[in-house]
């Protein structure tokens, strides 16, 4: 079972855009998917059409089980919704004596052997559940805006991992996804090609800046159920099958 983490500290990415565009479309693949929203804001189900009451917050407070608030918003996707009650779970881990790390991953224990793939949509910053989130997964997806202060926190970004690899010697950053761009910006274009060089291995084709993204989100429906011959389906339908390779 795959786990990719989608995270950079910086907002406004489109962190959450691709973990639901990515979640749906291995999903239509045949792959079964569970999208676990590790976000305050609780944006994922809220992009694919569905709020959920309870979600991740009450397992990892077990008050419920994985079992009871797991649900299913597409075939072969699952969703493990967030929210605001997501700050009072932090809290209850950061109280525990022992183990604070890996909280998370004893919350999707019982996903194991059940998923083809875990995606953790995560929020911005640094916290306890971002740090559990990465102790958890084996694979990141980095989304980058392609604007300088994007880039300056993906460095910071990287930094921040190498820390957690200490502790999670699998963890790695597999993809960096450049987002927004903008063929007739030449500093997109600039920051593309030096994206190229750091990173020449982990860098996808970019998901260009598209109206018909932010459009599916407003109707709840990936970009697949919305615009299927849009530029914005091309470009992640590339990133999919990067994935599945």
Aim: hydrophobic residues 45%; glycine residues 8%; proline residues 4%.
């Amino acid at each position: 079972m795959r786990k990719l983490a989608i995270c950079l500290a910086k907002g406004g990415v489109g962190k959450t855009t691709t973990a639901t565009n990515l979640a749906c479309g291995l999903a239509s693949h045949g792959k079964k998917v569970l999208l676990v929203d590790c976000d305050t804001q609780g944006q994922a189900g809220f992009f694919l059409g569905i709020k959920p009451k309870e979600g991740l917050a009450e397992v990892l407070q077990k008050t419920r089980t994985f079992a009871e608030v797991v649900c299913e918003i597409r075939p072969k996707l699952d969703l493990l919704a967030g929210g605001r009650t997501l700050s009072d779970a932090t809290l209850a881990i950061a109280s525990r004596t022992m183990g604070i790390e890996r909280a998370l991953s004893e919350a999707l224990r019982p996903a194991e052997g059940h998923y083809d793939l875990v995606i953790l949509d995560m929020a911005p910053g640094w916290d306890l559940l971002s740090v559990n989130a990465l102790i958890y997964a084996r694979e990141i997806i980095a989304p980058v805006e392609l604007q300088m202060a994007a880039v300056e926190s993906l460095g910071q970004f990287v930094e921040r991992v190498e820390d957690v690899q200490a502790y999670n010697p699998e963890l790695t950053i597999r993809y960096v996804l450049p987002t927004m761009w903008d063929k007739r910006s030449k500093e997109s274009q600039d920051i593309l090609e030096r994206l190229a060089l750091v990173y020449p291995e982990q860098l996808c084709d970019p998901i260009k800046a598209s109206v018909k993204l932010f459009e599916a989100t407003g109707q709840g429906q990936s970009i697949f159920e919305y615009a299927p011959k849009s530029t914005g389906a091309a470009d992640y339908a590339k990133l999919i099958a990067r994935v599945l390779r």
